[in-house]
Structure formats: structure tokens, C-alpha cells
């Protein structure tokens, strides 16, 4: 891709940011198009065109009048990924315990260790950590579950991270689950969404974070009626992790007779739910949010992502990261596990009955990661798909590099031969934030210099 690379490239860059945002037109030309939209398909040797923040067009000999023409030759063009839930305050504690046992081992460590700690700057820190590592990886889209919200504060200083980077950022905000903290949370989040979030039509979302049951952090942070009314109120939708288990199928059949369901929540995790709580679920339209290498490697209850369950209750999932002190950042990693424990499984179940066994597809994972994602976090006529109309959120992917030559299957490639060195180009809202393979406006050593010392207070002051 000519115009991607060195002195074109930046050329190319230059000429782009020139132009005023609003008034800037983008032609792409001569790449394979994966839209993720039914009705589009896989467009070999196609043009797309981008007109300020929209995708205007996408086809073939597309008239490029005067816009900016990138030769994207030998690239792959995709939705960028939507990453469903990830807990982005902990990103500088990175690999910190690659491997933690179980869940009660990663709370006790962090949420009631580190977390007690935090400053509203190590907030900052660490959510503009994962958020610039998640352009990096292809992640357009990040719902940021911040379980980490002691003060106003706090609270500020990760939703104005998120806005730092120019990710789309979902901020799902929650309450501590130990240690001293405000208590400003729930109430806090009417003041969040007159500060920050007032515009249906901008970058920033606003959902409302909230765990499955009281067990481990008591009451006031498991939802139910008054958290529903409160996200209600708002008009907001709610994210409910450590959904999961006898007591998480018990809750959602609570939600369910109490009319708590329905399209605009999510559901995180979902593994070991009885088939009672999946009929709820399907029945309702409620989402949901798997996370593949958690579930796998960390163990909870089965271990098994619920990608089947969910399948077979008429529900597509969106896919997540969770949680980086033990886990990858990548959505590389969350497509290949899937689809391999998937594939083991359904094997695995069908060994020595004749029966065919039921397979997920790539085409099916790469979905979950953009255009379910999408769906799963509200924002599915927002971005998801290279659909006409829809933001311009999306990957220009080398496909003739060393580890995808030759490109053979488009969605292959991306799912089982891709990762971050193979991205050229990530366009968010539009805006070039990933350019000639390097992330833009970001001053490494600064950001290296914040987050080592941001590490270091954490783990040298004792906990709360």
C-alpha cells in the first residue's frame, strides 16, 4: 500500500489533517472490503469513501471529485472492533498476575488491594493506557467498565482520558467494591451526564455499571429495581458484570419477573446460567458480553464461554477483554480463543455419536467483535460495519505482509493471521488515530515515564 508507507504515507497524513475535519473527504481504492453488513458482503477490489465523520460510500469505481485518494492495494478493510467490557483503571498493572487461580484470587489482590489506592491521576493513567493500547490493536470502540469510581473525581479523570485519545468510549461507571470512597455513586452519574455527555451525537457514551448479585461487595451495587430506575431516568443503558452461576441465574430470573431485561443490558460473562435464565434472556433481547480468555483462564464456573448458550437463546454476543492484570489487550487473542474452544467443544461433544458437530465460523467471530459489539454496547446504527451512513470507524490491514501473504480469505486473515503490526491505518469518528503502523499524538516517553510512576505508587502504598 503505497500511500501507507514512509514518505508517502506521511505525505498523505499531512495533506489529510490540512483540511479542515467537517470538509474532509477520504478516498480509500483497490482494497478487499469485509463490511460486516449482510447486505454488502466482501467486496473485492473496492472503494470507500469517507465525507468528514460518515462513510458515504462503498462500492466499486467510486468517483473520487476532491478528496484525498489512499491507495489501499493489497489491504483489507474492516470495521474496527468493539471491545464489550474491560476494566481500562488497571491497565498499568498490566500481566501483574498472569496466573491468578480464580476470581476470588483477583479480587482480594486487586479490587480489595490496589484499587484502594487509586488516585484520580492513576485513573487517568491507567484508562488512557488501555485506551491507546486498544487504537494500537484495532479496538475502536471501548466500554470502559470503571468499577473504580471513589470520588468525583475519579470519575473525571477517566472519562476525560477516554476523551484524550479520541477512542469511542463507553464510561460505565461503578461504585468501589472496597475500601473508603465517596459514596457519590449513583447519584454522581446525573452530574456526569450533564458535564460530559449531553450530545447524543458525539464520541463519548454513558452507561450505567452495576454486578449481578451482593455477594461479594453487598447491596448497593447489585442491580435491581432502583438501579434500573436510576439508568432509566437517565435514559442509559446498564452493564452487569459477574453474571454468572446459581446465583446469577437466580437473579436474572428476578430481573425477568421484574421486567428488568431487555435490549438496553448487558450481561457479562453469562457461564454456567441455567437454560431457564438463557429463555429469559433470549426472550427479552438482552445482550451480551462473553470474555473469552477470562472465562478460560481465570475459571469461572464452568470455563467455558457461553458462546452456545448464547447461540441457541437467539442471541449473538459481543466480545470483551476484561481485565489486564492476567489477560491479553487485544481482540486478536479474544476472536482465536473463541473460535478454537468453540470448535474444540462442539467436537469434543459430537466424539463417538455420529453426530455433525456444530461449529462457529470465522465470519461468526469477526462478527461478535464488531458488529455484535456494536449492538451489545448501543451503538449499532453508530458504527459496527462499513454500512453507508454509519461513522467511519475502521481498520486498513496489511495483507501482504510476511505473516498474511497471500491473501487467500479476507476473513481468515483477519481472524486467524492478523494482529497490531499488520494495521496500517485506524480511523475513528473519521479521524486518522493509527497512521503509517504508529499511533498518533502520543509522546511515548511521557506516557512510559506517567505509567511506570503511576505503577510504582500503587504498589508501594499500602492498601486502604
Request: net charge negative.
Amino acid at each position: 500500500m503505497s500511500t501507507l508507507n514512509n514518505t508517502a504515507g506521511a505525505a498523505v497524513l499531512e495533506e489529510l489533517r490540512r483540511r479542515p475535519a467537517d470538509r474532509r473527504r477520504i478516498l480509500f481504492t483497490g482494497a478487499t472490503i469485509v463490511t460486516m453488513d449482510p447486505d454488502l458482503g466482501v467486496i473485492d477490489r473496492g472503494d470507500l469513501l469517507v465525507e468528514g465523520e460518515t462513510i458515504t460510500a462503498v462500492g466499486r469505481s467510486l468517483d473520487a471529485g476532491d478528496a484525498v485518494v489512499v491507495d489501499a492495494t493489497d489491504t483489507i478493510l474492516t470495521p474496527g472492533f468493539v471491545d464489550t467490557h474491560r476494566h481500562a483503571w488497571e491497565a498499568q498493572l498490566r500481566r501483574i498476575m498472569p496466573d491468578v487461580d480464580d476470581l476470588g484470587g483477583y479480587v482480594m489482590a486487586t479490587l480489595a488491594g490496589y484499587a484502594t489506592v487509586y488516585r484520580p491521576e492513576d485513573m487517568y493513567t491507567g484508562t488512557r493506557l488501555a485506551a491507546l493500547t486498544a487504537i494500537d490493536s484495532g479496538i475502536t470502540t471501548m466500554l470502559d467498565f470503571s468499577h473504580n469510581s471513589r470520588s468525583r473525581e475519579h470519575s473525571d479523570a477517566a472519562i476525560e482520558a477516554l476523551r484524550s485519545t479520541g477512542i469511542r468510549g463507553v464510561h460505565a461507571s461503578m461504585g468501589p467494591l472496597f475500601g473508603d470512597w465517596d459514596h457519590q455513586w449513583p447519584g454522581d452519574l446525573t452530574r456526569l451526564q450533564d458535564r460530559y455527555f449531553s450530545s447524543g451525537d458525539q464520541l463519548l457514551t454513558l452507561r450505567l455499571a452495576a454486578l449481578a448479585t451482593d455477594e461479594i461487595a453487598g447491596p448497593a451495587l447489585a442491580y435491581g429495581p432502583a438501579l434500573a430506575r436510576t439508568a432509566a431516568e437517565l435514559g442509559i443503558g446498564v452493564s452487569v458484570d459477574a453474571v454468572f452461576g446459581t446465583s446469577g441465574s437466580e437473579a436474572v430470573l428476578r430481573w425477568a419477573e421484574d421486567g428488568l431485561l431487555g435490549p438496553e443490558i448487558t450481561l457479562i460473562h453469562s457461564t454456567g446460567l441455567t437454560p431457564e435464565a438463557w429463555r429469559a434472556m433470549g426472550e427479552t433481547g438482552t445482550t451480551v458480553a462473553l470474555a473469552p480468555t477470562s472465562d478460560a483462564q481465570i475459571g469461572l464456573e464452568t470455563a467455558i464461554p457461553a458462546v452456545d448458550e448464547a447461540l441457541a437463546a437467539g442471541i449473538r454476543p459481543g466480545l470483551s477483554i476484561d481485565v489486564e492484570v492476567a489477560l491479553a489487550s487485544d481482540m486478536f487473542t479474544q476472536m482465536r480463543a473463541l473460535h478454537t474452544v468453540q470448535r474444540m467443544r462442539a467436537v469434543n461433544t459430537a466424539y463417538g455419536t455420529g453426530r455433525q458437530p456444530s461449529r462457529i465460523t470465522t465470519r461468526d467471530v469477526l462478527d461478535f467483535a464488531t458488529l455484535q459489539g456494536a449492538r451489545t454496547n448501543g451503538l449499532a446504527a453508530v458504527t459496527g460495519s462499513l454500512t453507508p451512513g454509519k461513522r467511519a470507524d475502521l481498520l486498513v490491514v496489511r495483507a501482504e505482509d510476511l505473516n498474511n501473504m497471500p491473501l487467500n480469505d479476507p476473513i481468515g486473515t483477519i481472524v486467524l493471521g492478523s494482529d497490531a503490526r499488520n494495521i496500517s491505518a485506524v480511523l475513528i469518528n473519521g479521524e486518522p488515530r493509527k497512521w503509517d503502523g504508529q499511533v498518533l499524538d502520543v509522546d511515548l516517553a511521557a506516557l512510559r515515564s506517567e505509567v511506570h510512576a503511576s505503577r510504582d505508587h500503587v504498589l508501594n502504598t499500602p492498601a486502604a
